[in-house]
T-cell receptor, first 116, second 106 residues
Framework: GAVVSQHPSWVICKSGTSVKIECRSLDFQATTMFWYRQFPKQSLMLMATSNEGSKATYEQGVEKDKFLINHASLTLSTLTVTSAHPEDSSFYIC????????????FGNGTRLTVT | KNEVEQSPQNLTAQEGEFITINCSYSVGISALHWLQQHPGGGIVSLFMLSSGKKKHGRLIATINIQEKHSSLHITASHPRDSAVYICAVESDKLIFGTGTRLQVFP
């Protein structure tokens, strides 16, 4: 089945630094990638939707200058958490889909970010 | 009120039992997803539905568009089915339910 690789699986960083999370579709072309965050014991919250080659669409309340999303190719999207703060500590997950053939969503395994 | 409601929030079952998880939504949708999230956080897409019924192994998902309701059934449940099951709908964006935590005991 289709595989989405997310890297790193966990990261610890200091306040004020930036962290980049990668999401790769390994065996299909991902026309659309989604980024989510999840707080403990809560459901997923969609942060943004990115279509290959265009700017990401951010959900209300998500700062686009803080969470930079790049979807430069059909197999790679990145989320960069800039000037990270402890409140950014969360579980970040990506999913990918090829909307041209109405494929289902395929999820990465997530990245646990801890900001100290 | 959430746009996607799941019930129950928590479910405990004995191995072998038939399990049903329900999802109701209040928005127009193009598709509904059932997802499984394991304790480590990894998420697996179980089904994507826009109408009718789908079956995969011991899992069955149904959707009633008129009633805006979907159910996920697990037949002959097993401890390895223990996970959080999440319903998500595609409207103008993806909207997630709060999940159902299932524990199946041997």
């Amino acid at each position: 089945g289709a595989v989405v690789s997310q890297h790193p699986s966990w990261v610890i960083c200091k306040s004020g630094t930036s962290v980049k999370i990668e999401c790769r579709s390994l065996d299909f072309q991902a026309t659309t990638m989604f980024w989510y965050r999840q707080f403990p014991k809560q459901s997923l919250m969609l942060m943004a939707t990115s279509n290959e080659g265009s700017k990401a669409t951010y959900e209300q309340g998500v700062e686009k200058d803080k969470f930079l999303i790049n979807h430069a190719s059909l197999t790679l999207s990145t989320l960069t958490v800039t000037s990270a703060h402890p409140e950014d500590s969360s579980f970040y997950i990506c999913s990918a889909s090829n909307r041209k053939n109405n494929s289902p969503l395929h999820f990465g395994n997530g990245t646990r970010l801890t900001v100290t | 009120k959430n746009e996607v409601e799941q019930s129950p929030q928590n479910l405990t079952a004995q191995e072998g039992e038939f399990i049903t998880i329900n999802c109701s939504y209040s928005v127009g949708i193009s598709a509904l997803h059932w997802l499984q999230q394991h304790p480590g956080g990894g998420i697996v897409s179980l089904f994507m539905l826009s109408s009718g019924k789908k079956k995969h192994g011991r899992l069955i998902a149904t959707i009633n568009i008129q009633e805006k309701h979907s159910s996920l059934h697990i037949t002959a449940s097993h401890p390895r089915d223990s996970a959080v099951y999440i319903c998500a709908v595609e409207s103008d964006k993806l909207i997630f339910g709060t999940g159902t935590r299932l524990q199946v005991f041997p």
